[in-house]
């Protein structure tokens, strides 16, 4: 069973940000937080991961509260190619990958 | 450089016929996964090789499915007598493991095979 919980679908205007939240309420000390997103028809995409501290890549912003039982994901321009549903993932190292039904995000033009 | 691939792309098969579907993973990546997706549903695990261990079968649904991996490279995933339940898109995923921690084992996905059973 996936440890996380996610809103099914979100909206966003397109050029604003979109901020995805999960809730990860029993992640353990030494368990990641990752979100992959599945273009329609495409294999799932890595987007970021992080442990605890906030990351930052080309894609996408991670925030993880202190607590660590939940987190966002910051898509800061979203484009319609944004469109998608993101799965957000925690894991062990060398665990498997548990993909729940995600977030169904419409990036409306 | 180049990612994973796996072929064919889509395939159909009648309904009691074996189907055979490749994954080529990064090269350099030491962990395999295949997962399938059925449609509107979420990801299926369904085996993991690491290495030269023994590979993790326990998502495999019934005994008609099997995988192997050659030379730490190359998998190819078998279903025999097909059924229309087996419908579904295949997936393919490799990571770096074994060194290293956390982003060392993000894995990458395949395209994947769309698999249709009549």
């Known amino acids: 069973d996936a440890k996380t919980t996610q809103p099914p679908s979100m909206d966003c205007a397109e050029g604003r940000a979109a901020n995805l939240p999960c809730n990860h309420s029993t992640i353990s000390g030494n368990e990641y937080v990752y979100w992959y997103r599945q273009i329609h028809s495409q294999g799932p995409q890595y987007i970021i991961h992080?442990?605890?501290n906030n990351e930052t890549n080309e894609m996408a912003s991670l925030i993880i509260t202190e607590d660590r039982k939940s987190s966002t994901l910051i898509l800061p321009h979203a484009t319609l190619r944004d469109t998608a549903v993101y799965y957000c993932?925690?894991?062990?190292?060398?665990?498997?990958?548990?993909f729940g039904p995600g977030t169904r995000l419409s990036v409306l033009p | 450089g180049a990612g994973v691939s796996q072929s064919p792309s889509n395939k159909v098969t009648e309904k009691g016929k074996d189907v055979e579907l490749r994954c080529d993973p990064i090269?350099?990546?030491?962990?395999l996964y295949w997962y399938r997706q059925s449609l509107g549903q979420g990801l299926e695990f369904l085996i993991y090789?690491?290495?030269?261990?023994?590979?993790?079968k326990s998502g495999l649904p019934s005994d008609r499915f099997s995988a192997e991996r050659t030379g730490g490279s190359v998998s190819t995933l078998t279903i025999q007598r097909t059924q229309q339940e087996d419908s579904a898109v295949y997936l393919c995923?490799?990571?770096?493991?074994?060194?290293?921690?956390?982003?060392?084992?993000?894995?990458?996905f395949g395209p994947g095979t769309r698999l249709t059973v009549l």
């Open positions: 993932i925690v894991r062990g190292y060398g665990q498997n990958f548990v």
């Open positions: 090269s350099g990546h030491t962990a």
């Open positions: 995923a490799s990571s770096r493991l074994p060194s290293g921690g956390g982003g060392a084992d993000t894995q990458y």
């Open positions: 992080g442990l605890k």
């Open positions: 090789f690491q290495g030269n261990s023994a590979p993790d």
